[in-house]
Structure formats: C-alpha cells, structure tokens
C-alpha cells in the first residue's frame, strides 16, 4: 500500500511501498472520468500530475486531510500501478479492507455544487440523489466499509456524513440502515448484499464480480476477460465454499454429549456437494445456511453467534473516562482503604446488613471519580484473591450516548465480565435462536442486557465480583434510578445463588435516588479527605515553613470547603499570578481574600478576570458545548479562527502551527476551563463535568 502526502509547497509526493501500514490515513471516494482525465501512478512518478483534470480531486483529499491533522491520504487512480498485474490483484483484493482502515472516507460529488449562499439540504438534495457515485459498482464498499465516511460537493463544501444523511442513503441505494450503521455484513444474506449491487454498473464487466470481494470477505484470482458471466459464477463458488467451510469449522469445535454423527447430518445444509446453478448467473440468490448457521443442537445458539454477540457489547470509548482520570497523587486517597466502612463492605458476614452496597456522595469537584479509580485500580491490582473479579464503568455526561446511559454501563459490565471469565459465555443460552438473531440486526437492548447479567451472575460460583460505578449523577436521572433497583434485584439474584457481589457508587447529593440497604459515606466530611487536600496545598504552593506560610495554607483550606477543584483552580491562579516566592505573602492572602469561595462564582471570575480576547473565549466555550460532536483541538482551532477572521483558508500548514501549539491555544482560549484528552482520540473537553454545568446555567 502506497500513500499520498501533499507537502507545504502543494506538492504531491508518494511513500514507498507499506507491507503493514499502521500509520493514520484519509481515502478519498469517487467516479472516475476519462482515464486520460485521471492522474496515474506514472503521472505521479513522472510529476505531470497537475496537467490532469482529476488533479482537482487528489488536491481536495490532500488539504482536507490536512484539516483533520491527517498527513497521509489513498487514491486509487494513483497509488496503484495498474501496469503491475500482481499488486493491482492485490490491491483489489485488499481494496476493502484499506477503506474500513482509514481514518477519515471522503466522497467527492463532482456533480453538486453549492453556491456559497443557500447550502441547505433542500437546496443540494435532488442532484444529491441523482449522483452517478450512487450507481457504481465500485463505490459500494467504499460506503460500507469506512467507519467515517463524509460527503463534499464539487467545490470543497461538506454536505454531511453517513451518519446525518443515513435515511436519504438508505432511499437511494436500498441498503439497511443497519448496514451503513456497521453491523457485520455476514448477519445479511447472500440475496441481500447481491440486491445492493444488482443496479451498480462498471466501466469493466468482469469488475460487477470483483468490486464485490469485500462485500462477502473473498479473496480470488483476477481474470480479465473472461467476462461477467464466468466471473460472477467463480464468486458464487468461492461464496458457498467459504460459508460451507466456515460451518464445518464452527461444528468441529462443538462437543456435546448427545451430538452424534447422525445428528451431525441432520443439521449439515441439503445441498449438493457441487455448486447449485441458477437460471440468472448475474444475481446470486443464495439465503442464508438455514436455521443451522445459527444453531448446533437443539436450539441452543452456536459458539461463532455468541462471540458475534459479545463482539457487539463493545464500543469505542468503553474505557475512555477512566483512561483520561488524572490518578491520585502522593499517597492521597488512599486513606480510604483502611476505613471501617469499607472493610464492612467487604465483610461477607456483614453482606445482609449492607445488601452489598458502598455509595460515597460529595458535592461537585470533591475528587469523587478519582478516588473511585484508586478504589477500582487496588482492588483490580489486589494479590491473593484469584477467584476475584473487578468491573468498573465511569459515566460521563459529555461523552456519547454510550457513555452517559445505563444500556452503556450494562454492555461495558457484561463486555468486561467475558473477557474475565470466557466460561461465562454459556449464560448466553437463555437466548432463543430468533432472539440471538434479533439483536445481531438490531444490536443490544436493555432488557436483553439485564437479563444476560442476571444469568451470568448465577454463573460466577465460588468467585466473588465487585463493580466499580462512578457518576451516577451524569446520567439520566430516570435511567439512574431504575438502574439503582435492578442493581438491587442483581444482588438479591446473587445471594440466592450464594454468589458474593459488592457494588460501590458515587454521586452528587441531589439525585433523588435511594438505596434499601447500604453503606453511605459523605466525602466532604470525611478527615482524611480534608488531610488530602492539605498535602496537595504544601506540595504544590511552595511558600516555606514560615508562620505567615503555614497560615495561608489553612485560610486556602477553609476557604476551599474541601472542594478539592476549587483548590487545584486557586493554587493554578495564585501560582502564574506569583511566580516570584520572594513576593510578600500579605499581598498573596490580599489576592486569596478576592477569589471568591463558591466553585460558580470562582469560574465566573476566572472567565473575567482579565478582559482580554473575550470574542475568542466566547467562541470557544460555544463550540465545546454546542459542537455535534467532541472536537479535535485543530478542528476548535480553526472553528475560532474562521470566526474571527473570515480571511482564514481554514489551511493547517504542520510546520507553521504545531499540534502542541494548538493544544496550546484551548487552554489558553478557554482560560483554562478546558483540556485535550491524553489518547489516541485527543478531543477537547472541559476541565470537569461542573465547569459544563455552570455554563449552561448561565
């Protein structure tokens, strides 16, 4: 796999030849011209590629890589050497899978353009319709197979992507949302995946069975000019051959005891070992293998269906909150592990008294959440206790719908739950065969979710599980409290199954939500939680051992009422606005005397304080709170400089403005009140759910 890279000076340059790419990377979809229109892998080489008409399109892909902070991009009419018989079979054997790797899919619709005035819906969607991109065989898969796929006019304007235009998609090719939405294509049937393609036409007759390789994960030999026909009949075969051998595998790992040979035949399909013909060799209307694909003996769901399953509880973001907490610093927090109450919520003696619950309450920025992964990290890391098993979920009201809901918390629980104990897989077999099949179209739903940990629970035996859950105020209010009540069913199920299960929650105080049994614990008012915040102040408000010192430390402290983000806000303040340690500490207690002690008025003052570049922090804030999605820091960036200057190409020259300098500018732009998350998604968010909070209330 080769790739693009358009450099400073606009100039296009190819990679040498990648075995395993692993770097990030946009691919660029569209409907060629004339092939003399189109820039080769030769125009390239000889660098005649700005003469071509379709250079127009390798540019727009460069440049919106470069928006998104990609550096490299795919074209398919340049970076094969279609000359090469060899590496174009490979390539369009390996043509699928290089779309669903990309980073970023941009169609290109050389048939609509926006005049810069009306880009309403109404004003592109008929020509939208129309577009030729919708009727070719190859740009079939480079829709299906792309996570990201986003829409451009002719003119580099974006229209939308497959997730906001997925219903006018869905009119236009026929395709199941389901499918744009990237369920596995192997739950739709051969007939089905055939009817996507049965109106898409080719320049080259054979590729009506080639540009379908990807669609039925084939890999097959390249035989131009045996045309159409022939070829679609060797896809056919290589179909049933694949489906046939991938059953037989699936039935050679099942071992049942009364699974026996006849029973064996019973459940084989009743075809003939050749390849059945059909009256239309150009559509292939095999259905799916029969109930037995989904089924090994007695209607018990097979192995590979569960593993789709499980598969399907994942999602992208499952560890992210937890990942992006800023750990307990020093010895902090851990003073909680030796609390009275926290050894009775181990106690199993003590389990009928507690019902098995632990819920540490606190008001907004006490250090809830990073206490709860110090708890979760020293039981997850705890030695001695083989049979143990330790979950955890941290909502987060600014992240996706994943994780801000109880159908995110259950799928997290339940994908976390298999990974620790495989064996669990068989509390799948409550499941009917049409129910497995419902959620493999469908996906999960919360009753289904709910019902499989119960059966799991049942399951665990001699293992003790203890589930983290941090947050609770971040989500739904009505979900939280139905979810507080089958947590409390969970734990009944599990004491009559003598399985010993602890859950511990944390919250805000408001939710009206309560518990029949349970160990509460008021964070803000615990001893060691104010001596934490006292060894924060030392170590990082470095005054020296002075009496006037000493002193100034215990005002921040009583001021704070134990707040521990107003602490970390203020030290941030009085640490930039004193430098200087040689500074009087009269006039540092007269600055701490004009910070005001409430966590809202402290974020109003710090948003005003010093009335500089108001128009940029108010943009800022808008697009972190109003943005469809989280932003990358270079999308925020260039959203508040198109909006301060109209002038701004919205152009990301790397040499000129660096990703660090970028991450720079939110800080900086958001007073401080924002961040970029540390992972590979490095998104902007606010410093804490409460500075979010503020500004809505506002």
Known sequence: MRLLELNKDGQLSLTKDIVNNELPYAILSHTWGIDDDEVSFKDL???????????????????????????????????????????????INSMFRWYRDADKCYVYLSNISTNGQDESLQSW??????????????????????????????????LGDKKSLEQQIHEITGIEILALQGTPLS??????????????????????????????????????????????????????????????????????????????????????????????????????????????????????????????????????????????????????????????????????????????KGNPGTGKSTLMKLLFEAK???????????????????????????????????????????????????????????????????????????????????????????????????????????????????????????????????PTVVIQKGIEVTLEDEIGHTEDIKLYIKSKFRLGKSEQAESLRSEI??????????????????????????ISVKKIRERLKEIPPELNNLFEMILMRDGEDIGQLELCLKWILFATHPLKPQELYFAIQLGIDTDCSGYWDQEDVELDQIKTFVRSSSKGLAEVTRNKASEVQFIHESVRDFLLGK
């Open 45 to 91: 080489t000889e660098g005649s590629e700005n003469t071509k008409a379709g250079y127009r399109k390798l540019r727009f892909c460069g440049e919106q890589a470069a928006r998104d902070g990609l550096q490299y991009f795919w074209v398919d009419t340049c970076c094969i050497d279609k000359s090469n018989n060899t590496e174009l079979s490979e390539a």
């Open 557 to 582: 402290l009583e001021k704070s009422s134990n707040i521990f983000l107003w602490v970390v806000l203020v030290l941030d303040i009085l640490n930039s606005e004193y430098p200087n340690r040689a």
């Open 187 to 360: 739950v739709f049937s051969v007939k089905e995946r055939m009817s996507w393609a049965e109106n898409r036409e080719t320049k080259r007759e054979e590729d009506k069975a080639y540009s379908l390789l990807g669609i039925f994960d084939i890999h097959m030999s390249l035989i131009y000019g045996e045309g159409k026909n022939n070829a679609l009949r060797r896809l056919e075969k290589e179909i049933f051959v694949h489906r046939k051998k991938h059953l037989r595998d699936e039935l050679s790992t099942v071992s049942y005891p009364t699974f026996n040979s006849t029973k064996r035949l019973k459940i084989l399909p009743s075809q003939p070992s050749s390849v059945p013909s059909h009256r239309d060799p150009n559509s292939l209307n095999s259905e799916p293998l029969s109930h037995s694909e989904y089924s090994v003996h007695d209607g018990i769901v097979r192995a590979t269906t569960k593993q789709f399953l499980i598969d399907q509880l994942y999602f992208t973001k499952i560890d992210e909150r937890l990942t992006n907490l800023t750990a307990a610093q020093g010895q902090t927090c851990r003073w909680f592990l030796t609390k009275p109450e926290y050894a009775s919520w181990h106690d199993p003696v003590k389990q009928l008294d507690h019902g098995g619950f632990l819920w540490i």
């Open 125 to 158: 969607q008929s020509t939208f319709r129309e577009s030729r991109w919708f009727t070719r065989g190859w740009t079939l898969q480079e829709l299906i197979a792309p996570r990201s796929v986003e829409f451009f006019c002719s003119n580099g304007k974006r």
């Open 380 to 510: 997850l890391n705890a030695k001695g206790n083989p049979s143990q098993i330790t979950l955890s979920f941290f909502f987060l009201a600014r992240g996706t719908v994943e994780e801000k809901s109880t159908i995110g918390l259950y799928r997290s629980l339940l994908h976390q739950l298999f990974e620790r104990a495989v064996e669990l897989v068989d509390s799948l077999e409550w499941l009917t065969i049409d129910g497995a099949r419902a959620i493999q179209r469908n996906g999960w739903g919360e009753e289904a979710l709910k019902q499989t940990l119960v059966h799991a629970i049942q399951r665990l035996g001699s293992r003790s599980l203890t589930i983290f859950i941090d947050a609770l105020d971040e989500c739904d209010k009505n979900q939280a409290a139905s979810m507080i009540c089958f947590l409390e069913e969970l734990c009944d199920y599990a004491i009559e199954a003598q399985v010993k299960l602890n859950i511990c929650l944390s919250s805000r105080h408001y």
